[in-house]
């Protein structure tokens, strides 16, 4: 059976967003200072014509101190709102993941750009990027307390419903949420991840069943994943053994990092397969648009 979310985007193709432009690269490298006082509800700031609110953050999360990025809606109602966490690709924290939190909180959603490498920490090309993602996800344990400390981070906010969060990913980042989903995580309402490389373990300790929703926008040219034989019947055959709630949208033409609108550049600078499609993302946006709403009464 299609799910209705599915179902409703394919029928309706009007149903999209159109991106907001990057005013910068991804490797731009400038990372402002975090303000204080995160526990009070946010201030309206200069962005609050532009439909939404915004400040970054600081706190513990597992050994690394997370300086994330927290953007409500605009609102003369306080909320609560329904809390999307945001997992970056595997460059780090940076403009784009952002931009994304920013989208959410225009929709009406409490969105939490996640620092996973700590101190808002970015790399800056291929090399760096496969050191910091290989050493986060070398140590499991690690991974899901900094995930967790983002998600009760969230919660904890009082303009936020803790009963509905949700966690997306892009790239590597699609990997992260996922295996969070793998691992049962409580709080976890659903998960879904956009040109993810379909890298899942099993769970420590071992689960009987995953409660969170998942979509998955799978991009078909990805070599990094279609290269592989097998990778992800594998991947739903790990998902398949804690019975989760899955659902892998094919994008028959498109490549790794395909909601990313400077993924061309930074490819043909490191000479590395990936590249942005408007079409594709524009889809990939509305059909993430339906599964939340399906998730949840959503404010949309």
């Avoid at 979310?5 to 975090?34: C, N, Q, W, Y």
């Avoid at 927290?70 to 809390?83: R, S």
């Avoid at 924290?93 to 994304?100: A, P, Q, T």
Wanted: aromatic share 8%; with cysteine; hydrophobic share 45%.
């Amino acid at each position: 059976m299609i799910p209705d979310f599915l179902l409703k985007t394919l029928i309706t193709a009007t149903a999209i967003v159109v991106l907001a432009g990057l005013g910068e690269a991804l490797e731009d490298d400038a990372v402002a200072t975090p303000t204080k006082g995160e526990g009070k509800p946010l201030e309206a700031t200069e962005n609050a014509a532009a439909g939404f609110t915004s400040k970054e953050v600081t706190f513990a999360a597992g050994k690394i101190i997370s300086k994330a990025y927290l953007a409500l809606p605009a609102k003369k109602t306080a909320g609560p709102y329904p809390g999307i966490l945001v997992c970056p690709e595997w460059w780090g924290h940076n403009d784009y993941v952002r931009m994304r939190a920013e989208m959410l909180a225009k929709l009406g959603y409490a969105a939490l750009a996640m620092d996973v490498y700590g101190d808002g920490k970015k790399a800056h090309d291929p090399k760096t990027a496969v050191s910091l993602d290989g050493a986060l996800k070398a140590n499991q344990r690690e991974m899901n307390a900094r995930v967790l400390a983002h998600l009760k981070f969230l919660q904890a906010r009082p303009e936020v419903d803790k009963a509905r969060v949700a966690a997306i990913g892009y790239g590597s980042g699609g990997d992260v949420c996922l295996q969070m989903a793998r691992n049962g995580m409580r709080g976890l309402g659903g998960v879904a991840a956009f040109h993810p490389l379909f890298n899942v373990v099993p769970s420590q300790p071992p689960i009987r069943k995953a409660t969170a929703k998942v979509m998955v926008c799978d991009a078909q040219e990805d070599p990094y994943v279609h290269l592989r034989k097998g990778k992800v019947a594998a991947f739903r055959k790990e998902m398949a053994s804690v019975r989760t709630d899955l659902v892998i949208i094919p994008f028959p033409d498109a490549m790794q990092s395909f909601t990313v609108p400077n993924a061309d550049i930074v490819g043909e600078k490191f000479r590395i397969p990936q590249a942005y499609s408007p079409e594709a993302d524009r889809k990939a946006w509305g059909l993430l648009r339906g599964f939340l709403k399906d998730l949840w009464d959503s404010p949309q």
